[in-house]
């Protein structure tokens, strides 16, 4: 089974400000890695698959990028609304498809 | 647009049964793979099972192996999960997602849309 460590596990920032969440795991997984945003009491949202790729409507501030064991979800400028929880999860050696921990981006 | 709606959870013994249901509209769903993923209060996202387009091939997590069963009747649009023997461990938001490309192929595994969840309390 393919683990997936996020890290930080919260990220404290301002709005306006950048952020990146990191992503990596115990063995390559290509680019198969998709990232999900989830807000309290709410399912999660697909952002960005294939490691890069936005999903449809995710704006143009999020972006995504890495290949291997190594992945990166940025935000370039934190609008209100960002913060939420984010998890990655791989698909490139399945069944079982793995979520990381997730990393909370709080105010 | 893409709608999963959920039904079925509730408060169940341990060793008991339930079954979840999933209502699907808003796209081909017999061209779909369809997914259950679960999440623990104030925990992480699980992935549980998933099932292919046409109910052909399922795939589950070794915690739920031998217990749950996923299955779909492409007729009604619904997906389903059967879930025996019930544990505390299972206590869990269930929700049905649709993988994002249709059919089974490389590109499947991310999960393009998800229902808004049922509750399912396993409690003595």
């Known amino acids: 089974e393919i683990v997936l460590t996020q890290s930080p596990a919260t990220l404290s920032l301002s709005p306006g400000e950048r952020a990146t969440l990191s992503c990596r795991a115990s063995q390559s997984v290509r680019r198969s890695i998709a990232w999900y945003q989830q807000k309290p009491g709410l399912a999660p949202r697909l952002l960005i698959y294939d490691a890069s790729n936005r999903a449809t409507d995710i704006p143009a501030r999020f972006s995504g990028s890495g290949s291997g064991t190594d992945f990166t979800l940025t935000i370039s400028s934190l609008e209100p609304e960002d913060f939420a929880v984010y998890y990655c999860?791989?698909?490139?050696?399945?069944?079982?498809?793995?979520f990381g921990g997730g990393t909370r981006v709080e105010i | 647009q893409v709608q999963l709606v959920e039904s079925g959870g509730g408060v169940v013994q341990p060793g008991r049964s339930l079954r979840l249901s999933c209502s699907a509209s808003?796209?081909?769903?017999?061209?779909?793979?369809l997914h259950w993923v679960r999440q623990a209060p104030g925990k992480g996202l699980e992935w549980v099972a998933v099932i292919s387009y046409d109910g052909s091939n399922k795939y589950y997590a070794a915690s739920v192996e031998g217990r749950f069963t996923i299955s779909r009747d492409n007729s009604r649009n619904t997906l389903f999960l059967q879930m025996n023997s019930l544990r505390l461990e299972d206590t869990a938001v269930y929700y049905c997602?649709?993988?994002?490309?249709?059919?089974?192929?490389?590109?499947?595994?991310?999960?393009?849309?998800w229902g808004q969840g049922t509750l399912l309390t396993v409690s003595s």
């Open positions: 997602a649709r993988d994002r490309v249709k059919w089974f192929g490389e590109s499947a595994g991310a999960f393009g849309h």
């Open positions: 999860q791989q698909r490139s050696n399945w069944p079982p498809l793995t």
């Open positions: 808003g796209f081909a769903f017999s061209d779909y793979s």
